[in-house]
Structure formats: structure tokens, C-alpha cells
């Protein structure tokens, strides 16, 4: 009788770990990034149960092959991914706006949440986020002339997880080259 247990959580054992060869790749969009060798692929990793596991950005070198991979939460969101490309300031930047945290800790992360703004550099071997966990960013633009981004939202300064009359409207301004908070507004 032991050794039928046995053989069979073993066999439990190996068929829920021999599950993961099932899971789904699926590339959501190929993005040149001009001026240099490497094409970003959106990369979204399923279970056979349809839930994300992890999704990434690859930033594939197109000359050799080799490729570096982004992560981010597996129920998160990437959202608009842009590259910025200023010659005459030497900028050459990823920008990707995507919701990473689940600010209520209750449901995974959904349309509630903030978005948050991540700057990568254009081989994907570097990334810094922008604003803070708690800042709601609404929208975002590029000044080419200044090399800055220019972000609006709020910051949700009672920490309730929601958009309310005490909540804080802000103007971000970033330095693109430097990654540095030049002004609060």
C-alpha cells in the first residue's frame, strides 16, 4: 500500500510540473528601435489557464541574435511603448507606460491602479521608473527641443487607492538624458 502512495504522488508530481512545456508564448507587437540594431517584442506568457504568468519586453540584437529580456508583473499591463530619439542631445530612450502594482493588494492589478512611467535605454539593459507607485499618471508628452517628458496625474496622497478631492494634481518634468526630476509643478 506505501509503495501505491508513493507511485502515485510521484506520478502527481511529475505531471503537474511537466504542465509548464504547455504553456502559451504569445508576441504581441514588433517594434523597430530606429537608429540602432535591436526590434522590441511585446512577449506575453500564458498558463493553459489563461492567466499571464510574467510578460516582458525582449530586446532583440538583430545582428547577433542575443537578446535581453524586461520584465514585468505577470498581471500587469504594458501599455504604449515609444522610443525617443533626439540626435542632436544624444538621446536615445524607451519609454513605456505600464500599470505594475496592485495599489489595494486585492484583485491583481486592473484598470484602478496607477500607471507608472518607465524609461529604458534603447539595448533594454537599463530601466528606471519615472514616477512613484502612488502617482495616477493620466497623460505623458516629449519636448524634443529640451529633451524632457512632460508627465501629468496625481498623487494619491491619502492612500486610499482612488482618485478623490484631496488627492494631489501634479506636473512631472524629467530630464530624458540625466533621468533626474527637474521640476514639480
Same mark, same amino acid.
Given at each position: 500500500?506505501? @509503495?501505491?502512495?508513493?507511485? !502515485? !504522488?510521484?506520478?502527481?508530481?511529475?505531471?503537474?510540473?511537466? $504542465? %509548464?512545456?504547455?504553456?502559451?508564448?504569445?508576441?504581441?507587437?514588433?517594434?523597430?528601435?530606429? &537608429?540602432?540594431?535591436? *526590434?522590441?517584442?511585446?512577449?506575453?506568457?500564458?498558463?493553459?489557464?489563461?492567466?499571464?504568468? #510574467?510578460?516582458?519586453?525582449?530586446?532583440?540584437?538583430?545582428?547577433? /541574435?542575443?537578446?535581453?529580456? *524586461? %520584465?514585468? +508583473? &505577470?498581471? &500587469?499591463?504594458?501599455? $504604449? *511603448?515609444? $522610443? *525617443?530619439?533626439?540626435?542632436? @542631445?544624444?538621446?536615445?530612450?524607451?519609454?513605456?507606460?505600464?500599470?505594475?502594482?496592485?495599489? %489595494? &493588494?486585492?484583485?491583481?492589478?486592473?484598470?484602478?491602479? +496607477?500607471?507608472?512611467?518607465?524609461?529604458?535605454?534603447?539595448? /533594454?539593459?537599463?530601466?528606471?521608473?519615472?514616477?512613484?507607485?502612488?502617482?495616477?499618471?493620466?497623460?505623458?508628452?516629449? #519636448?524634443? $527641443?529640451?529633451?524632457?517628458?512632460?508627465?501629468?496625474?496625481?498623487?494619491?496622497? #491619502?492612500?486610499?487607492?482612488?482618485?478623490?478631492?484631496? %488627492?494631489?494634481?501634479?506636473? !512631472?518634468?524629467?530630464?530624458?538624458?540625466?533621468?533626474?526630476?527637474?521640476?514639480?509643478?
Amino acid at each position: 500500500m506505501k @509503495l501505491y502512495i508513493t507511485c !502515485l !504522488l510521484t506520478a502527481l508530481t511529475f505531471s503537474a510540473f511537466g $504542465q %509548464d512545456k504547455y504553456d502559451y508564448i504569445q508576441f504581441n507587437k514588433l517594434t523597430e528601435v530606429k &537608429g540602432t540594431d535591436y *526590434v522590441i517584442a511585446s512577449v506575453d506568457n500564458r498558463s493553459k489557464m489563461a492567466e499571464s504568468k #510574467n510578460k516582458y519586453l525582449l530586446f532583440i540584437d538583430t545582428k547577433n /541574435g542575443s537578446s535581453t529580456q *524586461v %520584465d514585468f +508583473p &505577470g498581471d &500587469g499591463y504594458i501599455g $504604449q *511603448v515609444e $522610443q *525617443v530619439k533626439i540626435d542632436t @542631445l544624444e538621446i536615445n530612450k524607451i519609454i513605456v507606460a505600464a500599470k505594475t502594482l496592485d495599489l %489595494d &493588494g486585492k484583485s491583481g492589478i486592473d484598470w484602478s491602479d +496607477p500607471q507608472q512611467i518607465f524609461v529604458l535605454s534603447a539595448d /533594454g539593459k537599463t530601466k528606471k521608473q519615472l514616477t512613484e507607485n502612488r502617482f495616477f499618471t493620466q497623460t505623458w508628452a516629449v #519636448n524634443h $527641443q529640451t529633451g524632457t517628458i512632460v508627465i501629468t496625474g496625481h498623487k494619491d496622497s #491619502n492612500e486610499n487607492g482612488k482618485y478623490d478631492k484631496t %488627492d494631489k494634481n501634479e506636473i !512631472l518634468i524629467f530630464d530624458l538624458k540625466t533621468l533626474e526630476l527637474k521640476r514639480k509643478i
